[in-house]
């Protein structure tokens, strides 16, 4: 058994962009659950979590993305963290600064763990839509929508 850590897997080269498109098709098109085989005919059937994480590689990859995977206590420097949320690092310094992204000293470094900044990540995404589904009520409601005539809840 190997020890998680960080590990960044590059955009595939011309030899295997062939093969990593041709499996993204095969994933998109067959949505029944999948099966690993081994070349000694052992069959082992993938858990959706892990179907469905190996889809999203496989998809990303396909369009010529680098994929970081790490687990969930690694610590981030802050332009790993800043880059992760597509933010400044300036930006982050300053959310850390405010006390709103928890954050470890080490020296003279900051860094942070990537399950505190996928849980502010995640308390962002709450905000934004309750957000937006508060201007959406109070627009209808001031007769700001023209095209329609029921109130739509967002989510």
Do not use: C, W
């Not at 059937?45 to 680098?66: F, R, S, T």
């Not at 962002?124 to 739509?152: F, H, K, P, S």
Request: no cysteine; aromatic share 4%; charged share 30%.
């Amino acid at each position: 058994m190997t020890t998680a850590r960080k590990r960044t897997i590059l955009p595939p080269d011309e030899g295997e962009a062939a093969l990593v498109k041709a499996l993204s098709d095969f994933v998109t098109a067959n949505k029944a659950p999948l099966r690993l085989v081994a070349e000694d005919g052992t069959e082992f059937a993938l858990p959706p979590v892990v179907q469905n994480a190996l889809v999203d590689v496989v998809h990303l990859m396909d369009n010529g993305k680098a994929i970081t995977m790490a687990p969930h206590n690694t610590l981030l420097t802050t332009q790993e963290a800043a880059d992760l949320l597509d933010i400044s690092r300036p930006t982050l310094v300053k959310r850390l600064d405010e006390g709103k992204i928890p954050y470890e000293q080490q020296g003279k470094h900051r860094r942070i763990r990537v399950e505190d900044l996928l849980e502010y990540q995640e308390n962002i995404r709450v905000q934004r839509r309750e957000i937006l589904r508060r201007m959406t009520r109070e627009a209808y409601e001031a007769g700001d929508y023209d095209t329609t005539n029921v109130y739509i809840e967002t989510r």
